[in-house]
């Protein structure tokens, strides 16, 4: 196959493939005006904010429409969630127009900033949250997160720290907080430990293979007081490439919030339908028979999700960076996010076929995922101009 690939064959071959179309006007309106006020569960976001919020929260990762941000609004949630780098900041573009004239304390805005130890970073850190306030067009956020830090150093990197100390004085965030994908009991913990964090922003969902440590680690985040957000509670949004097998919604957000200690959760719903299904499984936890059925066939299934356990780092015998690959297939096939998924494929500077001249996989994923197989899909986008994702 050649290594060029036009908009068209890219269209196949991309999660953005297949039977999408566009609603027409008055089709839009007529799901939205099913979207009503909700009498959602609420609880409060840890004792070190005080916050009381809805169950539910809107991840706004992958939504490019207003008039769903609108209705999540309208239904009663409070919670928008962002990040500095989504959508190439137009992500946050978005959310400072809609918001634009509603009166702030009738909603909660919290961004994320990626950063490292490096020389530097702090500056970076700051200068990246200036440009996200100018989006926003906000003179604060309410939660400002340190994305994905990679390990207990990048949770306790005091010139990040110092940054966040400062921007809490000058009243530019409200509370400070760490996202974490991957190691999350480690990284938990190390927030625990640190004092200095508000808020932890954390993968959880029926399909990880880890909750006899992750749990308890939640656990003694809550009891600290710290406030507990679950992302990726969809576990990747399909159990397949095709998108023919959908994660069971309702069954795996209830799943999450039947945990206490998760305080509210932001699935990434980018339609109405979608938004009007976690709506109606946040006003009633309680399973069904079918969800029940769902979660115990499910979690022996290798879905699109990637754990972020890292475990397969080190087993491929050319050392191919197999983690951020995996991330990247969950992006472009589990959440049709084929700019992300490229984004991510691109920093890791691949080159030519990956897999090629490897006759069988090292690779042993604790998920299940054929490596091999998945590793050739993603690295095709390495070949698509990004003009094609925009």
Known sequence: MSNQVNRRNFLKMSAAAGAAFALAPSDMQAKESKISQTNMPKRMLGKRTGIVVPIL????????????????????????????????GRNEEMLGEFFADKPRDSFIIATKVRTSTAEGAAQ???????????????????????????????????????????????????????????????????????????????????????????????????????????????????????????????????????????????????????LEESLNAASNLTFTDEEKKYLTAATSVASLYCQGCELCQGQCVKGLPIAPMMRAYMYNYGYKNPALAKSTIDDLALTGDPCSNCTTCSVQCISGFQVAQRVKDIARLQHVPKEFLA
């Open 124 to 274: 970076q850190f700051l200068e990246s949250f200036e440009t996200s306030m100018k989006r926003l067009r906000m003179s604060y956020v309410d939660i400002f997160y340190v994305h994905m830090p990679a390990n207990a150093e990048s949770v306790n990197f005091a010139p990040v720290l110092e940054v966040l100390e400062k921007l809490k004085k000058d009243g530019r965030i409200k509370y400070s907080g760490l996202s974490t994908h991957s190691n999350e009991p480690q990284i938990i913990d190390a927030a625990v430990a640190n004092g200095n964090y508000d808020v932890i922003l954390t993968s959880y969902n029926y399909n990880q293979k880890h909750h006899a440590e992750l749990n308890p680690a939640i656990e003694r985040a809550a009891k600290a007081g710290l406030g507990i957000v679950a992302m990726k509670t969809m576990a990747g949004g399909f159990l397949d490439k095709e998108r023919t097998q959908k994660v069971n919604t309702s069954a795996a957000l209830k799943w999450a919030l039947q945990n206490e200690n998760i305080h509210t959760a932001i699935p990434g719903f980018t339609s109405f339908d979608m």
């Open 57 to 88: 929260s809107m991840g706004v990762m992958n939504a490019d429409n207003p008039s769903v941000v609108r209705a999540a609004y309208n239904s009663g949630i409070t919670h928008f969630d962002t990040a500095n780098g989504y959508q190439g």
